[in-house]
């Protein structure tokens, strides 16, 4: 099903999370790589070596939450924009994800919040933007904020059209 | 339509190039291949099928298909999409009449 | 008659890459480009590029093909010659090659020479398929990103191979309205990784879809579509139109044989790698005696595996010759070794079935 819809399940997004949600106090990386492809940047830029491929770099990234800081350096480095840091706080989810479209989000703005099969959820706030420059190589990191019932639903901002 | 803004990529479009295509006056930017420079001027019909005269765009854009040749300076059968534009060039299409 | 130790055909990646360890290996080399600049299909891909750091994994396209050509920059111009706006129209098995370049044809007589030509784009058998504003998606891509073009306001795309889903990407990035995406087969063809991102952003996937026909007076207004079985047969009475402006054709590449069969090399024709195909030794050696082929020529891959090929190619050519690279043995072992793990995933099926029907896999 996911090869014709590109739409991942509830039960495949809920296994990139760590299974405890007390984990997500901290933030830590989603890496929503499905799909063996022969890819490996997330494994070599990790500073903290928390993504392993191999050998092999078809093979699907694991990630071990223990070492895993949600630095968010592998969210502009992933090819396939495949990555997301997640918390929660105060009663809140947080996420960084990367962002390479224009207009860029502004910060305590509200955008739209969208799901995997591009319908809108909610809306959300926008609480910073980290602008492209050459270390991200022009992919904008966006961190928003919105309700923690859509932790597993969100995935990416939208404009709201006046 | 010329991009204005782009996430990733920056477009150097100042310097005007004039040119003529079918005797009309036109603008490009320098760098443009002429092929660039006529699709920015709203032209879509870029030649005719031989046999039955049906209208031919761009197709590849990169010289393989041969939907694009025009006549330039003079010169029969250019590639527009391979060729840069420059200062006061003639540009006619090589369709049955010379009238789009 | 301008003689060389090599020539090597098309400065995209596959030409780019074999010129460098060529150079290296102590060669001179003229490199032939048809195009006002290097760089091939690279210069105009705005996507991070997958594989692994060895390819360049994680950087643009048009950045990868500037890092290619600065490798170049260091060499004499007697060392390397590079011909701009150059055709190769003629190459004979004795490796005289002719070249047409501002009016006047050159003639070169090359101890070896390189093919990578690259591939052209297929076209789709539908009514009115030549109507203006029905562009190949290396068009598109030509339009709006070299030049900065919107190539139309609204665009239908058809084909989710990788350059379908990162053409429609591009197309969300430069402003236009992607407003389906249609694939006559019932799975996504492309990394899904590509496929979700379109699908967030909020554009159709039409699987089991096709279009039958284009509307339009002298250029494209409409298109009706059609449903497909998995047969690929048309279910009656399924027929939607959409009203467009443009659409965009992305359904495989064609290897440009010509040269190659011109040159009367031993060609087979192999559905996996895209069609005719030059048959070619381990060694990447063609059939003709120091002629060598690589990159999407001979069968249509990722860019990464082209750079790779290409630096094996000219390894090769090298060592025919007598030409020592300083660390040639090391090196080829770990170039065979890059190919081998960009193909041995599941997306390197289709590869490995075609080289392996070509009679020459080296896993």
New interface residues.
């Given amino acids: 099903m996911?090869?014709?819809?590109?739409?991942?399940t509830k039960e495949m997004v809920k296994s990139r999370f760590p299974k405890d949600k007390k984990v997500l106090f901290r933030p830590k990386a989603i890496i929503?790589?499905?799909?063996?492809?022969?890819?490996?940047?997330c494994e070599?830029?990790c500073p903290f070596h928390a993504i392993t491929i191999g050998?092999?770099?078809?093979a699907i990234p694991q990630i071990d939450f223990d070492k895993c800081t949600g630095c968010g350096i592998c969210v502009h480095?992933?090819?396939?924009?495949?990555i997301m840091v997640a918390m929660i706080k105060n009663g809140k989810a947080y996420f960084k994800i990367p962002y390479?479209?224009?207009p860029l989000p502004k910060v305590n703005e509200r955008w739209l919040a969208?799901?995997?099969?591009?319908d809108v959820i909610s809306d959300c706030k926008i609480e910073q933007v980290m602008t492209a420059k050459k270390s991200t190589?022009?992919?904008t990191v966006v961190t928003v904020s919105l309700e923690q019932p859509y932790l597993y639903d969100f995935?990416?901002i939208?404009r709201k059209h006046e | 339509?010329?991009?204005k803004e782009?996430?990733?990529?920056n477009?150097n479009?100042q310097k005007e190039i004039h040119f003529t295509y079918n005797g009309r006056a036109m603008i490009g930017y320098e760098?443009?291949?002429i092929a660039?420079a006529l699709?920015?001027n709203g032209i879509?019909?870029?030649s005719d099928?031989v046999l039955h005269k049906?209208?031919?765009?761009?197709?590849?854009?990169?010289?393989?298909?041969g939907s694009c040749y025009m006549q330039v300076n003079g010169n029969d059968n250019v590639k527009t999409?391979?060729t840069?534009l420059e200062e006061n060039m003639e540009v006619i299409s090589e369709m049955s009449e010379n009238d789009d | 008659m301008i003689n060389r130790d090599l020539v090597i055909i098309g400065g995209g990646p596959a030409g780019l890459s074999a010129a460098k360890v060529a150079l290296d290996a102590g060669m001179n080399v003229t490199l032939i480009e048809?195009?006002?600049q290097l760089g091939g299909q690279l210069i105009k891909q705005?996507?991070?590029?997958?594989?692994?750091?060895l390819q360049y994994?994680?950087?643009?396209g048009?950045?990868i093909a500037k890092i290619l050509i600065d490798d170049l920059s260091t060499y004499s111009e007697d060392r390397l010659q590079i011909l701009l706006?150059a055709?190769c129209v003629g190459l004979y098995p004795d490796k005289v090659l002719t070249v047409y370049q501002y009016n006047k044809y050159l003639k070169y007589k090359a101890k070896s020479v390189i093919v990578a030509t690259g591939a052209?784009?297929k076209?789709l058998a539908f009514e009115n398929n030549?109507?203006?504003?029905?562009?190949?998606a290396?068009?598109i891509q030509?339009?709006?990103?070299?030049?900065?073009?919107?190539?139309g306001k609204e665009v239908v795309m058809v084909g989710s191979g990788n350059i379908g889903l990162i053409v429609s990407y591009q197309l969300?990035?430069?402003?236009v309205k992607v407003k389906a995406l249609l694939e006559a087969s019932?799975?996504?063809g492309g990394?899904?990784?590509?496929?979700?991102?379109?699908?967030?952003?909020?554009?159709d996937?039409l699987?089991n879809t096709t279009v039958k026909k284009a509307l339009g007076k002298?250029?494209l207004e409409k298109i009706i579509t059609v449903r497909l079985d998995d047969q690929w047969k048309e279910i009656p009475g399924s027929e939607k139109e959409i009203e467009t402006d443009v659409l965009c054709i992305s359904v495989g590449l064609s290897p440009?044989h010509q040269l190659m069969s011109m040159a009367g090399a031993d060609m087979l024709d192999i559905s996996e790698l895209g069609g005719l195909v030059p048959k070619k030794t381990c060694d990447y050696e063609t059939s003709i005696k120091n002629v060598y082929a690589c990159g999407d020529v001979t069968g249509i891959e990722e860019a990464?595996s082209a750079m790779v090929e290409g630096r094996i190619c000219g390894l090769m050519a090298a060592n025919h010759l007598g030409f020592k690279h300083p660390n040639a043995l090391e090196l080829e072992n770990d170039l065979n070794n890059q190919l081998c793990?960009?193909?041995?995933?599941?997306?390197?099926e289709k590869i490995r079935c075609g080289l392996k029907k070509a009679g020459e896999i080296n896993v």
């Fill in positions: 996911f090869e014709k819809t590109a739409v991942a929503e790589c499905y799909h063996e492809i022969p890819c490996n940047p070599t830029s050998e092999d770099i078809n480095s992933c090819p396939g924009l495949a390479e479209l224009l969208v799901d995997r099969n591009g190589n022009h992919t995935v990416t939208r | 339509m010329r991009i782009h996430p990733i990529l477009f479009h760098g443009d291949t660039a699709y920015d879509r019909h870029f099928s049906r209208p031919r765009g761009l197709y590849c854009a990169i010289g393989n298909c999409c391979m840069l | 048809r195009f006002n705005t996507h991070k590029f997958f594989g692994s750091k994994a994680k950087t643009r048009f950045e706006d055709t052209s784009e076209v030549d109507l203006p504003g029905i562009y190949g290396g068009a030509t339009i709006m990103n070299i030049y900065g073009i919107q190539p969300i990035q430069a402003g019932s799975t996504i990394y899904l990784v590509h496929a979700s991102k379109l699908k967030r952003l909020g554009v996937l699987t002298d250029q440009l990464s793990v960009l193909r041995q995933g599941p997306c390197g």
